[in-house]
C-alpha cells in the first residue's frame, strides 16, 4: 500500500509540473523568434535609411557610385526577402514600398545616364513630360487641362532628380503650353480654367522651391 501511495505521489507532481515544463519551452521559443524579428525591423530600418539617403545624392555623384549602388540594393533586399515573415504587417508593406520607391527611381537614374550619353530632341523631351506626342500649337482646348495634368505628374515624381537642364526643358514645354492656352482658353469653361491656373501655379512653385534649395546649398 506504501509502494502504491508513493507511486501515485510521483505521477501526481509529475502532471503538475507538466504545464511549467511547457510555459518554458513556449517561453524559449518566444526568445529564439524575438531576435529574429527584431534583427529583421533593424535591417528594414537601415534599408529605408539607405534608400532615402541615395535619393538625396547629386546625380552625377549617384551616376558614379551606380554600380556599388546596384550591389548593395541587391545585398539588402535579398535579406530583407528571406526574413520577411518575420516582419509585422505594416513592416512589410514599408518595404514594398520603399524596394518599389528605389526601383522607380534608379529606373530614371539610367533614363537620365543615357539621355547624358545620347541626348533627347525637344520633341522627345516634351513627348516623355507630357507623356505622348502632342502638336502644342494646335492642341484643342479640351485637351488643355490634360496635358497640364501630365507635366505636372511627371515633374512631381522625377523633380527631386531633375538637373538644371530639366527644369529648364520642363518650363519650356509649359511656356508652349501657355501659349496655346492663352489663343483657346475662352473655348473652356470656368472650371477648367481654374484647373489650368492651378497646375500653372504649383509648377511656377515647385520650380521655385528647387530654385531656393539650390541657392541656400551654395553659401
Known sequence: MKRLSFAFALL??????????????QTGATRAIQPTASAAERDLRSFVDWVSEKMDKAETGARREWPRMMADFDRQSQRLDK?????????????????????????????????ARQPETAQQT?????????????????????LYEHLLAYTREH?????????????????????RYEQVRQQLSLEERLQVRSLQGEFRTLETARATKEYLGDK
Open 83 to 115: 526574413v520577411t515573415d518575420s516582419l509585422s504587417v505594416q513592416s512589410r508593406r514599408e518595404y514594398s514600398a520603399q524596394k518599389a520607391r528605389y526601383q522607380a527611381w534608379s529606373k530614371e537614374q539610367q533614363r537620365l545616364e543615357a539621355q
Open 159 to 179: 523633380r527631386r532628380q531633375w538637373t538644371p537642364q530639366d527644369w529648364a526643358s520642363a518650363s519650356e514645354v509649359l511656356t508652349r503650353l501657355n501659349t
Open 126 to 146: 516634351q513627348n516623355r513630360l507630357l507623356n505622348e506626342q502632342v502638336n502644342i500649337s494646335r492642341a484643342r482646348a479640351t485637351d488643355l487641362p490634360t
Open 12 to 25: 501526481a507532481a509529475g502532471l503538475s509540473l507538466s504545464p511549467l515544463a511547457a510555459s518554458a519551452q
